[in-house]
C-alpha cells in the first residue's frame, strides 16, 4: 500500500498486518519495513501491525524537492502515514527509524502512546557531549568520511564493508552473501543521507522532557560504543524512560532477535494501554 504526504510530494510505501492497536516499526539504514517481518508474525495476532519502508529505501521515494540530509523531513513522512491511520499509535523505531520516532514524539505533531527505541543513531548526542563522547563523534565521522569518499570514488561495496562492521562487528561484512553485499551497496546513498541528517540536528538534551509517553530503549551488549552511548543518554533525558541491555546481542538486535523484540513490544503496549509508566527499575538486562 501507499500514501502521499501532504506535506511532501514523497509517495510511501508500508505493509499492513493484523487488527487491534496500530504499531508503527521504522526500519534501520540500509534497510526497509521488511526487516521486521518475524515480529510481525507474532504481533499481527493481536494488533494492527504497519511496517513502511523510509523515504529512498524499498517501495518509498524521496522527493528530490525535500532536504536529503533533513531528519524533519523523513520525520514528515511518518507523521502522515500516522494521520492516514486515524487513531494514536505505538512507535518503534530502530537506528535511523529510532532517531526519526524520537523527532515526531519531539514535535508533539502525532498522537503517540509508547515508543520503543532500538540504538537511536543520534549523533549530534557525541558531538556535544564529554571528551569521551566526542572522541567516539570523531570516531563515527571517520567512517562517514569513508563511505562518503567510497561513494564518490563508485567503490560502494569498500564503504559499506567499513559501515557494517562498525555496526556489527569486524569480519561480518565477510560474512555475507554477494547479493546481500550488492543490497547494501546499492543504498550507500541513503545511508549517507541517514548520517547527515542525524549529525546535523541541535537540539539539546533539555528538549527530550517534551516526550510524555511511556518510553522503552533497548541496546545490544555487543553494539559499537557509540550506539551503546547515544542509547544510554537518551534514556537518561526522556522522562520515565527504561533502559534495557542485551547480552549477546548487537546493533541488529530487531532482526537477530525478533522474539525479544515482540515480547518486548507485547508488555510494552499492554502497560501503555493500560496508563502504566514505570518510575524505578530503570535498568534492565535480558539474554539473548
Known sequence: MTI???????????????????????HGSAGCGAQWRDSVSRLRKRHRVITPDLPGYGGSEADPAQPAN???????????LIDHIGEPVHLVGHSIGAAIAVKIAMSGRARIRSLTLFEPSLFHLLRDGNAGDRALFTEVSDMTATLASSAYDDIPHEGMRKFIDHCNGDGTWAGLSDNMRDAY????????????????????????????CPTFAYMGLDTSAAARRMTEILARAIPNARLTRVTSAGHMLPVAHPHIVASALE???????????????????LAA
Open 4 to 26: 502521499e504526504s501532504k506535506i511532501s510530494r514523497t509517495r510511501l510505501f508500508y505493509r499492513e498486518a493484523g487488527s487491534g492497536a496500530p504499531v508503527v516499526l521504522l
Open 70 to 80: 533533513s531528519l524533519a523531513t523523513l520525520a514528515r513522512a511518518i507523521i502522515d
Open 185 to 212: 551497496a546499492s543504498d550507500i546513498d541513503n545511508v549517507l543521507r541517514d548520517f547527515a541528517a542525524s549529525a546535523s540536528q541541535m537540539w539539546s538534551l533539555d528538549e527530550l522532557e517534551r516526550i510524555a
Open 267 to 285: 508488555r510494552h503496549i499492554a502497560a501503555a494501554t493500560a496508563r502504566v509508566a514505570r518510575t524505578n527499575d530503570k535498568v534492565a538486562i
